[in-house]
Nanobody, 121 residues
Framework: QVQLVESGGGLVQAGGSLRLSCAAS????????MGWYRQAPGKQREAVAT???????NYADSVKGRFTISRDNAKNTAYLQMNSLKPEDTAVYYC???????????????WGQGTQVTVSS
C-alpha cells in the first residue's frame, strides 16, 4: 500500500505560479512512475505530467513549456511546478503513484485526495 498526500494548491491570478507537492509513504520501494492528473468540473480526469523512477518525463500538450514535474526519490516526493497559469488550468489536481510487483506482474495505481487549484482571470 502507498499513501499519497498532496499540498500546495490554492487561488492564484492568471499568469501566476504554484508548486504542488506529493509526499508518498508506505510501500514506496515498489513505486515506479509518479504523476499528476487533474479533473475540472464536468470533465474527465486527464493526465498532466508523469515521471518515471529514472526521471523520464511526459507532459500533456496543454501544459508543455509551463509545467515541470520532478521527484526526489530520497524523500519519496513528487512536485509539479506550474508557471504562467491560465484560467483553464483550474481543476482538482491528483497525485498518482504506480507500483509494479515483479513476482505477480501486478500493476497498481494509488491516488491522493486531491488539491484544488483555481486560476482567476
Amino acid at each position: 500500500q502507498v499513501q499519497l498526500v498532496e499540498s500546495g494548491g490554492g487561488l492564484v491570478q492568471a499568469g501566476g505560479s504554484l508548486r504542488l507537492s506529493c509526499a508518498a509513504s508506505g510501500s514506496t520501494a515498489s513505486m515506479n512512475a509518479m504523476g499528476w492528473y487533474r479533473q475540472a468540473p464536468g470533465k474527465q480526469r486527464e493526465a498532466v505530467a508523469t515521471i518515471s523512477s529514472g526521471g523520464s518525463t511526459n507532459y500533456a500538450d496543454s501544459v508543455k513549456g509551463r509545467f515541470t514535474i520532478s521527484r526526489d526519490n530520497a524523500k519519496n516526493t513528487a512536485y509539479l511546478q506550474m508557471n504562467s497559469l491560465k484560467p483553464e488550468d483550474t481543476a482538482v489536481y491528483y497525485c498518482n503513484a504506480r507500483t509494479y510487483n515483479s513476482i505477480t506482474y501486478r500493476v497498481t495505481d494509488y491516488w491522493g485526495q486531491g488539491t484544488q487549484v483555481t486560476v482567476s482571470s
